[in-house]
């Protein structure tokens, strides 16, 4: 009897350490696949063959990975406002430019440069942020080959 349990059990332990590389597979695969969604590139998203150009008050700044997000909200000419969303750079990029945490209160006066949304949403892609006292800074966003 002692016999068939040891050839039971040698036979059991290949097929646990099977299925348990299965498993660890396909975690890693659906790891990965989580991870490439939830990123994107530039010319996904963005049209880099336009450029817009916007004025408002910042209404928040958000650093957070992947993209840092800056939140403007910009004057139409029917005296609405509209609330744009502009990707920036990673937090790290960001940091490394010269931003800091305090950089841009709220309600600061900004003009922004940048790729507009492909989809027609009020986003875009930052290429440059000018202050009202005329100080220029990068965001660190994506940047397209045939952006000018």
Do not use: Y
């Not at 050839?7 to 659906?30: Q, Y």
């Not at 994107?40 to 916007?54: C, I, R």
């Not at 960001?94 to 006066?109: C, N, Q, S, V």
């Amino acid at each position: 009897m002692a016999m068939f349990f040891n050839l039971v059990n040698k036979g059991v332990k290949p097929m646990r350490n099977k299925w348990m590389s299965i498993v660890a597979v396909v975690a890693v695969l659906l790891a990965a696949a989580v991870t490439v969604s939830a990123h994107h590139s530039f010319s996904a998203e963005f049209d880099g063959s336009k450029s817009v150009t916007l004025e408002g008050k910042v209404f928040m700044m958000e650093f957070v990975n992947p993209h840092s997000w800056l939140h403007i909200d910009v004057p139409t000419a029917d005296g609405k406002t509209e609330r744009w969303k502009i990707e920036g750079g990673s937090p790290n990029v960001m940091f490394r430019l010269g931003w800091t945490r305090d950089t841009l209160p709220a309600g600061t006066k900004v003009k922004v440069t940048g790729s507009p949304a492909k989809d027609g949403a009020k986003r875009m892609s930052s290429r440059s942020i000018e202050f009202p006292d005329g100080k220029k800074m990068d965001m660190g966003g994506s940047k397209a080959d045939e952006v000018k």
